[in-house]
């Protein structure tokens, strides 16, 4: 294995990790792959990784998780420095960007043939939600009051804010995904002439967002986002647990989805009794209580207060691995 990428296409589709940093993002990404194995076992996965995390898989005998490894360039161990230049990391002819904490619950074949009309896209929502970028608390009162979202689109002369969920991007066309990724560069350098936040002002995060950049770039570029919550065909579902029905493995996943959007959002409220309350009140409004249990393609851990229980799983993986 070449510690560096030489750029040259390894195969027509494959998957893309990267790690850096604590041992436990090692340990998601060796936990993540080992669920995708259940059901792909042909198209390789690479990683882009830091020395330690390379030399750890080595001394582990864990290298052979990954088809390829590479080593990840000090300037890229961060997400916008991964994200925001994944068109510098390209190995194979389309694709699949992934982030550690996500467990495969598919065959992900369905997916990959909705993906490839798409010369660049990544999961979200057509519209954001009023926190996206921005702030999470009692703040959001001034954005709102002040127009600071309208402000921000006006400015840079675009009519609409897409909600991007970053943990999946797929990328087939080198070119267009360069022009997204540097428009997206330019926007994060203008972030005092907009409304978002730094994501370090959240508790618990230590590293800034690229989401709302490439939200922006992409609806300057006219590039489509994936919708993330489809139904039965969800690309990928936040774990929640009240909302998730699984076994410890999670070869058994099952995650209630609610029709109606703002129904749906609610699950972001942590104060679990006004939330049933609200979907309650919610659900007497005809449509507005409608729902499904859908296994997604992937579940994803991408919030801060519900990722025990994928890293428990991981700690179990890695320990069945290494012995």
């Known amino acids: 294995m070449s510690d560096t990428f030489s750029g040259k296409k390894l195969a027509p589709e494959g998957y893309v990790y990267n790690t850096y940093g604590k041992k436990l993002y090692l340990k998601q990404a060796v936990a993540s792959v080992t669920t995708l194995r259940r059901y792909d076992k042909e198209r390789p996965v690479a990683l882009f990784c830091s020395i330690e995390h390379k030399e750890i898989l080595q001394e582990n005998s864990l290298s052979n998780v990954f088809d390829h490894i590479y080593l990840l360039p000090d300037e890229n161990a961060s997400i916008p420095g991964f994200k925001h230049y994944v068109y510098k990391f390209m190995p194979f002819e389309k694709n699949l960007y992934l982030d550690g904490d996500i467990v495969w619950c598919r065959h992900p074949d369905f997916l990959w043939k909705s993906f490839s009309p798409y010369p660049f896209t990544i999961t979200g929502n057509q519209i954001s939600d009023v926190f996206f970028g921005s702030s999470k608390g009692i703040g959001i009162l001034n954005d709102i009051l002040l127009f600071r979202r309208w402000r921000t689109l006006k400015r840079f002369n675009i009519t609409y804010l897409s909600r991007v969920q970053s943990g999946m991007i797929y990328a087939a066309d080198e070119e267009k995904t360069k022009e997204v990724c540097e428009l997206a560069q330019l926007m994060l350098d203008k972030r005092h002439l907009t409304h978002f936040r730094s994501r370090k002002e959240e508790s618990g995060r230590t590293e800034e967002t690229c989401e709302w950049s490439l939200a922006m770039a992409m609806a300057k570029l006219k590039i489509q986002v994936y ?95 290494t012995s």
């Open 227 to 321: 919708p993330w919550v489809f139904g039965y065909n969800s690309p990928q579902i936040d774990f929640i647990d009240s909302y998730t029905r699984y076994n410890e493995d999670f070869t058994e996943v099952r995650c209630l989805i609610y029709n109606d959007r703002l129904t749906y959002n609610l699950r972001g409220l942590r104060l679990k009794p006004l939330r049933k309350i609200l979907t309650r009140l919610f659900s007497l409004i005809p449509g507005k209580g409608d729902h499904l249990y859908a296994t997604p393609f992937c579940l994803h851990f991408g919030w801060y207060h519900q990722k025990e229980p994928f890293n428990k799983f991981s700690r179990k993986v890695w320990k069945t691995l």
